[in-house]
T-cell receptor, first 115, second 114 residues
Framework: DSGVTQTPKHLITATGQRVTLRCSPR?????VYWYQQSLDQGLQFLIQ???????AKGNILERFSAQQFPDLHSELNLSSLELGDSALYFC??????????????FGEGSRLTVL | AQSVTQPDIHITVSEGASLELRCNYS??????LFWYVQSPGQGLQLLLK??????LVQGIKGFEAEFKRSQSSFNLRKPSVHWSDAAEYFC????????????FGTGTRLKVLA
């Protein structure tokens, strides 16, 4: 158990819909990362938040947005869903202080299926 | 451009055989290096990491990795593979400072024959 909790574990929805994925980081971790894992693209970095602020952005579509709340949990919002958005979405957390990157602790992922 | 290459998409070994998974990186400076393992239906779990110091690092489950600066490589090894090691293995790099944008390789899927 990594200590990172993601909900829901599975989600099936239709094209054009909007979903929200939730992540609770490990206790004490200030950074949250979102990754998308699909068969053809591997593990793609989407976005990172540190203590409530956006820290780094990767290949995140404009239809996707995220935020980190004061209690440090994070949500990834996916809108106008397309078939190609079907993937496993991972959240990871780390202490990620000023002394350099620490290891990432991954949740078990949210599997999104868009029909 | 920063990148991580895992040249072997699939590797099959017999149980008890030795294993080496390759990882090469392209980076402006010496990055922080990691190996993660993903079992089916699970998240990624850290096997080992290299930040500095001894270039041979030991990890969990009997794995080790060696950092070779001259070859920009960080290969993962295990002397004797167990059937439970069947999984997907990811090499990753992280910058030594600044925004901590980790880059993952595309993964190597390991199959273990009984």
């Amino acid at each position: 158990d990594s200590g990172v909790t993601q909900t829901p574990k599975h989600l099936i929805t239709a094209t054009g819909q909007r979903v929200t994925l939730r992540c609770s980081p490990r206790s004490g971790d200030l950074s949250v990362y979102w990754y998308q894992q699909s068969l053809d693209q591997g593990l793609q970095f989407l976005i990172q938040y540190y203590n409530g602020e956006e820290r780094a952005k990767g290949n995140i579509l404009e239809r996707f947005s995220a935020q980190q709340f004061p209690d440090l949990h994070s949500e990834l919002n996916l809108s106008s869903l397309e078939l190609g958005d079907s993937a496993l979405y991972f959240c990871a957390s780390s202490r990620s202080g000023t002394s350099g990157p620490g290891e990432l602790f991954f949740g078990e992922g949210s599997r999104l299926t868009v029909l | 451009a920063q990148s991580v290459t895992q040249p072997d998409i699939h590797i099959t070994v017999s149980e008890g055989a030795s294993l080496e998974l390759r990882c090469n990186y392209s980076y402006g400076a010496t990055p922080y290096l990691f190996w993660y393992v993903q079992s089916p239906g699970q998240g990624l779990q850290l096997l080992l990491k290299y930040f500095s110091g001894d270039t041979l690092v030991q990890g969990i489950k009997g794995f080790e990795a060696e950092f070779k600066r001259s070859q920009s490589s960080f290969n993962l090894r295990k002397p004797s593979v167990h059937w439970s090691d069947a999984a997907e293995y990811f090499c990753a790099v992280g910058p030594p400072s600044g925004t901590y944008k980790y880059i993952f390789g595309t993964g190597t899927r390991l199959k273990v024959l009984a």
